[in-house]
Each structure stands twice: as C-alpha cells, then as structure tokens.
C-alpha cells in the first residue's frame, strides 16, 4: 500500500491492567484474515530514562500519563497514516529504560493501538477511527494481573498487591476509567466477549470494503 491508497484504519483499544485488551486486539487480528494488520503498542513509548539512576528508574510510575513519550507515538502514528515507515522505540524492562535498538515498522491497513493510556490524549483520540473501552471488574483483572506477574515475570505475591493497591488501582481509577466517556464501544469481560468482537470486525471489513 502507498499514499495513492485509501488512508488506514486506526482502532484503539483500551483498559486497566488485566481487563483483556490483548486478547481484544488478537481476536481482532485473527478475524480479519486477507487483510494486513498492525498491532501497535503504547508500552513501546515509554520515555527514555538514561538521565536517571537505577534507583530511581525503579520508582517509575509506568500507570501515569507522564511516563510515555506520547509526543512521539503521535508522530509515528501520523506517519504510519500516511503510509510511512517507522522506527519504533523499544523499551528494555530489566534496565527500566528506553533500550538503544529500533523495530522497523511497515504501514498496513489496519493499525490496532493498544494501551491503557490511548484516549488520553485528545490529540491521540482525534487519530482514531474506532475508539473500544474493555470493561472489566477490578477483582477479575487483579487475579489476571496475580497469575501473569508471578507466572510470566517471578514476581511475588505480595509485591503484585501491593503494586496494585498502591499504584495500579489509584492510577487507574483517576486516569484510565475516566476515558471510557470517549469510547465507541465498551466490552464487558474484553476477549470473551464474542458478540461484541463480531460486531467491531463487522464494522472494519465494512470500512475496509466500502469504495
């Protein structure tokens, strides 16, 4: 595809930690075949933290509008929009920094943009042609958070609810939940919610194939 081409579609997805967005955004992917996709996440523009100590990387509030270089993932959505090529940032988590290496991103048809924190920013919003809220109850996306963090990343019991009680919930409750006003589509329980994920896909191939 080139610029010659009808402009992409821009889907945000968007939720607290654990609501089901990935699973979301996969069943989006997985029902749309015949069509080039682009799963773009707003962890990838977390900000550079190479002017602060480990120590002090490590009491990174990564819940709070001001830890992601949302200026950039503006401008490297515009480009992809456009139908041009990016080099998206990569974000080391063992070194709590923004890691040297660039991923090369070829624009597709649809750009799925993933992240708790996408609508925001009015700017963000103002690119989106679909806006979805996964909606999900805190204690269900709390267990989800308990058996990743201590499945996938060794992290202990204790120190998951504590990150939670003291970080994650506040964070989410004064910045997130609040953006659910400037969704298109709400989904209760995200990835299970199957009538809801027919209805969005509909909707896109429905762009998708509209002259």
Do not use: W
């Not at 490590?58 to 139908?83: G, V």
């Not at 989800?144 to 506040?170: A, C, F, H």
């Amino acid at each position: 595809m080139d610029a010659n081409n009808k402009r992409p579609i821009v889907i945000g997805v968007t939720g607290g930690s654990g609501s089901g967005k990935n699973s979301v955004s996969r069943a989006i992917l997985s029902a749309l075949p015949g069509h080039s996709i682009l799963l773009f996440e707003q962890d990838s523009y977390y900000k550079s933290q190479d002017h602060l100590s480990f120590a002090e990387r490590l009491k990174t509030n990564y819940d709070h509008p001001f830890a992601f270089d949302t200026d950039r993932l503006i401008a490297d959505l515009q480009k992809l929009i456009q139908f041009q090529p990016i080099d998206k940032p990569v974000y080391d988590y063992e070194r709590h920094t923004r890691s040297s290496e660039v991923i090369r991103q070829e624009p597709k048809e649809v750009i799925i943009l993933e992240g708790i924190l996408i609508l925001e920013d009015e700017r963000l919003r103002n690119l989106m042609d679909i806006k979805v809220y996964v909606d999900t109850e805190d204690d269900i996306r709390i267990i989800r958070r308990i058996k990743r963090d201590m499945q996938e990343r060794g992290r202990s019991l204790d120190s998951v609810i504590t990150q939670y009680l003291t970080v994650v919930k506040p964070m989410h409750h004064q910045f997130i939940e609040p953006t659910k006003r400037y969704a298109d589509i709400i989904i209760p329980e995200g990835g299970e919610n199957q009538v809801a994920i027919d209805l969005l896909t509909t909707k896109v191939e429905s762009i998708l194939n509209h002259d």
